[in-house]
């Protein structure tokens, strides 16, 4: 069934006028929204001669006439996420709910309403929008430099801006990347470098304008953290070499005690040639091995 409509109507009763929005609609992403479209009835309804059509561009999002829905023209990325009011058609409420919207959903839609008083079509822009999330803080550290790098996940692509302590924006140093994620969501990543060795403090500035979200998260860097840090890390590495030093020694105690008992250990002076060759085929226990106080059994 092909149906035509006019940009606008006139009625026996006068002129048929549809409504929608008249600003852009901002969805957040993964939510359901309501596509707001009225029609005047004007105490005339016939459900079986109204048609309704709801499109994306070109692309068919939900047709209804014959009284019923009519989804074999739908577009497969709408399908089991598109639903009309039924009951409130009779009212002139023609609103379009679609759930889990994505970042492709964004577009131009049209309402196209033809009754018997009268046919119409308008449409108006839809934004898709998700909250960024709270940045992730990765410092890195080399001995001529220090970066701050902060991660983000949003809708739309945001502004991000870096400012130094009297608020001028930094240019010098700064890098941004924007990746898309599975879901059609911005990964926002932007590193600042600074060299070491004087304070400093920085502002990171991040602006998703459809949302008017704000995130700004301020930093110190301090000249004295630098040197904290290299002396811990010196620290670190003299108890390194302190317990490597400690564990050597111990080896080496071990093997001479054992080399000493040894020593001490043997065949009586006094003893025959044949109580010799007894000793080797019936070994006492107290030759096989050594036990230390703790229980542990060290066998030699």
Aim: aromatic share 8%; net charge neutral; hydrophobic share 35%.
């Amino acid at each position: 069934m092909v149906v035509t409509l006019r940009e606008g109507g006139i009625s026996e009763t006068g002129e048929f006028e549809i409504k929608v929005p008249s600003a852009p609609l901002v969805v957040i992403h993964g939510h359901s929204t309501v596509l707001s479209c009225t029609f005047p009835v004007n105490g005339a309804f016939d459900l079986g001669s109204s048609v309704i059509t709801w499109q994306r561009h070109l692309e068919v999002v939900h047709s209804f006439y014959h009284s019923r829905d009519q989804l074999d023209l739908q577009s497969r990325r709408y399908a089991n996420r598109t639903s009309l009011y039924h009951s409130e058609l009779e009212r002139g409420n023609a609103s379009l709910r679609l759930d889990r919207t994505t970042p492709e959903d964004a577009g131009e839609y049209t309402c196209a309403i033809s009754t018997l008083t009268g046919s119409q079509k308008k449409s108006f822009p839809v934004k898709i929008a998700a909250f960024y999330t709270e940045p992730h803080l990765q410092v890195s550290t080399s001995p001529q430099s220090v970066e701050l790098k902060l991660t983000s996940r949003g809708y739309p692509a945001p502004k991000v801006r870096w400012l130094d302590a009297t608020g001028a924006e930094l240019s010098n140093g700064t890098q941004t990347q924007l990746l898309t994620d599975t879901q059609g969501l911005y990964v926002v990543s932007s590193s600042l470098t600074q060299e070491r060795g004087a304070n400093s403090t920085l502002t990171f500035l991040l602006w998703n304008k459809d949302l008017h979200q704000e995130i700004r998260r301020e930093f110190s860097l301090l000249a004295e953290a630098a040197i904290v840090l290299r002396d811990e890390s010196r620290s670190a590495l003299y108890a390194l070499l302190s317990v490597a030093i400690l564990t050597v020694l111990g080896i080496l105690g071990i093997i001479l005690f054992l080399k000493k008992s040894r020593c001490f250990r043997g065949p009586d002076s006094t003893a025959t040639r044949e109580e010799n060759t007894s000793l080797k085929t019936t070994p006492q226990s107290s030759e096989q091995e050594w036990k230390p106080k703790n229980g542990a059994t060290v066998l030699y």
